[in-house]
């Protein structure tokens, strides 16, 4: 079975850091565009950074110079550093396998085949 499985998360202060990590199981992540989603209180999912095999990366506008998305395929994890936190920032931070980092982000999961549960991230003073 394909699994991703995220940790990092927890409660961090407005302006803090906090990378998050995403391991692969089942599936060699080297071939696969992964990307990372959230999805806040009473909103709708977003998502927030997408990168392909090739390492080329992309950015939802709200993020952008603030967050990175990486990968390690030695390791098959994917990492999102967030840096700057802002209290819109509160979300549940997921990621997923084998999406399509050329959609418009809320599409970007449409061709996923495994996706994660995803740690909290509360942002506040």
């Known amino acids: 079975q394909l699994h991703v499985v995220e940790s990092g998360g927890g409660l961090v202060q407005p302006g803090g850091s906090m990378r998050l990590s995403c391991v692969g199981s089942?599936?060699?992540?080297?071939?696969?565009?992964m990307a990372w989603f959230r999805q806040a209180p009473g909103k709708e999912r977003e998502g927030v950074s997408c990168?392909?095999?090739?390492?080329?990366?992309h950015y939802v506008d709200s993020v952008k110079g603030r967050f990175t998305i990486s990968r390690d395929n030695a390791k098959n994890t994917v990492y999102l550093q967030m840096n700057s936190l802002k209290v819109a920032d509160t979300a549940v931070y997921y990621c997923?396998?084998?999406?399509?980092?050329?959609?418009?982000?809320?599409?970007?999961?449409?061709?996923?085949?495994?996706w994660g549960q995803g740690p909290q991230v509360p942002v506040s003073s």
């Open positions: 990168i392909n095999s090739r390492e080329g990366t």
């Open positions: 089942g599936f060699t992540l080297d071939y696969y565009a």
């Open positions: 997923a396998a084998h999406v399509d980092c050329l959609a418009t982000p809320d599409y970007w999961i449409t061709p996923a085949i495994a």
